[in-house]
């Protein structure tokens, strides 16, 4: 979501004054107190206010000046639904097209197919049509987060001819700081920023000063990948084109950090098993509905092992002390598992893997393997020494940890990279098969050496 | 990490061009080529490149040019201290002192005090006493991440000579978009975007365009505040004050962008348990320490755990089986504390969870506890049932299950909250904790029950 990258001000405001302003139908103290307040703060309190006020508010707001509301980040994307349908259904269309368009397109898409088509026929045909040229682009590309309210200059134009344009189109341009540069036929040429316009003379040409290699996405893109480029290229903004460098839009960095942001507790989510946990849940059988298919995998997995254990119970009937690690090694197992896992996960997410050989990397884990595994093992090994004087038993603990930690580090690696390469998103399905993967083998060991050397025990 | 927010062109290069260059000592050649390119693939360039080919660079780039370079986020902080010692002190120094003074401050505070001092003193005055002045703020606060380098203008001058004073400013600001406007005693009193400068009458007088109660933090707050606050307010650059409003720095949005995605990679690697992974290790060993002292910690409060179902020995001995679920109820019980934990310090990250009471919060999780629980606990009765026709061992899992999923979720909530509120960083904290409270307790359900229906089974 992103407001004009203007400058606004005021960060406190007075919540009650607001509201009596609205219980007393003092419309001016209303305005005069509620407009000079920051969209973001606006947004704060027409999401807080009980539904009459609201309603009240519809009445005392122009759809211009709740459209700039509605484009902060504070109004998540499953209240839009809501909140327009408070509305008069006109004053919701004229606010839609007041909105910048990749922000509307946002909002359209949060609703039903018919709500689209009644609220597109509402608004003016010009607003309408830009908005249905976003509608049909793909979710999570290029496209689908780009607007198309930027400023373009022709190449034969000099620099006072590009300010003048750029003052006619300052108002309604997402931002202004960077200009694109184009030809005849509205192919981008050239990128020229606000900060090279003002220093030089007003007599030259934008050609001499523009840049002509210009860091550019196809409308196909990914949007986490868009992300990533602007912010190694510390962009402001970044133009989208087709395959025939047609300009069709620009990103700005606020949607970005939007992007970035969600990007990041997608996959925090998912290592966790909660599934598009970004939303912060309102009631508990939502939550559940989001959890229990996790669980529920893991409880079939989980299974297996106890499958597995049911194989040993003659060993563990005769030396029952055995049953008391099994949930140790598992977990030391698990945990080594999800580190490795989480490791990958980020790697790949921040493509600092991709710099890197996919051989290299695996060996390196391997090492941490080793390294963590022999460590663990003779810990664990003392600590039972110490614990039980249990020599025999200590060692069989400790090589079940050895090669579950050094396995599970290994797993934790190659498994998301395997994933990767098949094209399935690694965060969300690594985790199960590495966990069950890790407590069969580590239990195999552990309880197959301990029949082994039953007689010793 | 950040360069000047200009628009820079070109994203592929020929790196066998450039290197060919160095081999046969063509600076002119290697010059045309290279400085054509994004600073962000001079970086990549410069980082790939053999050693004693950017040694050659060292002499073909000025100082400042390097200084481009080292801004850009391709270079990470644990190599600063390796390539500058690669260089001539001098050289190094000069360097230093060319970069935004943010961004020489992130370099120093990755060397040993000797080698800084030796820099600041091999650097002009200046230069060295505006490094000084930011060097001791704290890390992670408003004042180590803003930049010096920034535009003020009198509140009483008009936008003719407000323009003058940003064309000569231009070339060293990080940012020109927003000019911060400040009274005699350079107090900042407002702020104009450049777009409302560029629009408005060169006659109009700066404090009639200008917006008053600015959006600003104070140097000392949580860098991780402030990243929220830009977020929110999106806004491309945040002044920094003291106590009496003097203006102090700003921050830029690239700088903020960084830090929004350390402080997700940093959430999530802690949930998996593995410190500051947001750095990607270069070698098993350094990965190892980084993974050891969670999985140790995990180790000994595992031991617990064993110590415990030790207690069991007898019943288990009569009943093996029952040991066949035990890895089953201790892993489910950590699958959906660890859920309900990667909520909390997600929420608490983003601040969604202020926005609402604890106790409702608390409430919700109890209630989605309960829910999945019970399915997990029927699902996992029919399951042994099916499996092994036990019904009352189906039940002593089911039981065990219920409540160790309803434990969980409440203290894989309650925790990092109060952890939150004795201003402990939950995510670090929280997951041993929970573990081991899920395991002990599920366990003493399920062996406690086992043993008092021993004669059942």
Chains 1, 2 share one sequence.
């Not at 480029?229 to 950090?257: E, S």
Request: a negative charge.
């Amino acid at each position: 979501m992103n407001v004009k990258d203007d400058y606004k001000d005021d960060i406190i405001f007075n919540e009650e004054k607001l509201k009596e302003a609205l219980f007393t139908h003092d419309i001016r103290a209303f305005r005069n107190e509620y407009l000079l307040l920051h969209p973001y703060d606006r947004a704060i309190f027409y999401e807080k206010v009980e539904l009459e006020l609201r309603k009240i508010m519809y009445h005392y707001l122009s759809p211009k000046e709740l459209a700039e509301i509605f484009e902060t980040s504070e109004i998540d994307e499953h209240e839009y639904k809501q909140f327009l349908q408070e509305m008069d259904t006109t004053y919701a269309a004229d606010m839609i097209s007041y909105m910048f368009v990749d922000n509307a397109v946002d909002v359209l898409n949060e609703l039903d197919k018919s709500q689209v088509v009644s609220y597109l026929t509402l608004m003016n045909k010009e607003s309408a049509a830009e908005i249905k040229a976003l509608l049909h682009y793909e979710e999570y590309t290029a496209g689908s987060i780009m607007t198309t309210e930027f400023v373009t200059i022709p190449q034969n134009s000099t620099v006072s001819s590009a300010m003048t344009i750029l003052r006619n189109e300052a108002p309604g341009a997402e931002t202004i700081y960077y200009v694109f540069v184009v030809d005849y036929d509205n192919r981008l040429t050239g990128v020229v920023s606000l900060r090279d316009l003002i220093i030089a003379h007003e007599d030259t040409l934008i050609s001499t000063i523009m840049s002509e290699r210009v860091v550019n996405v196809l409308v196909s893109e990914d949007q986490e990948e868009v992300a990533r480029m602007m912010k190694d290229y510390n962009l402001l903004a970044m133009p989208v084109v087709d395959f025939q460098q047609h300009i069709l839009g620009i990103i700005t960095v606020d949607d970005i950090i939007d992007v970035l942001d969600e990007e990041a507790s997608d996959d925090y989510s998912k290592l966790a098993g909660v599934s598009n946990m970004d939303t912060f849940d309102k009631n508990s059988l939502s939550a559940a509905k989001k959890r229990l298919p996790w669980l529920l995998i893991l409880l079939v997995l989980g299974m297996l092992t106890a499958n597995l254990i049911d194989l040993f119970t003659e060993t563990i009937s005769k030396v029952a002390l055995l049953a008391a690690f099994i949930p140790l090694i598992a977990g030391t197992a698990g945990n080594s598992g999800t580190q490795a896992l989480a490791v990958a996960v980020r790697g790949i997410a921040t493509r600092d893997i991709e710099d890197e050989s996919k051989v290299k990397l695996l060996l390196r884990e391997a090492g941490t393997g080793l390294i963590t595994g022999l460590v663990c093992a003779l810990f664990v090994v003392g600590l039972i020494y110490i614990w039980k004087q249990e020599f025999i038993i200590g060692l069989l603990v400790g090589a079940a940890i050895f090669v579950s930690i050094f396995v599970a580090t290994i797993s934790g690696t190659f498994i998301p990279l395997f994933m990767h390469r098949m094209k399935v998103d690694p965060a969300v399905a690594s985790g199960p098969f590495i966990t069950t993967l890790n407590d069969v083998i580590s239990i195999i060991i552990y309880l197959g050496l301990a029949t082994l050397f039953i007689g010793d025990l």
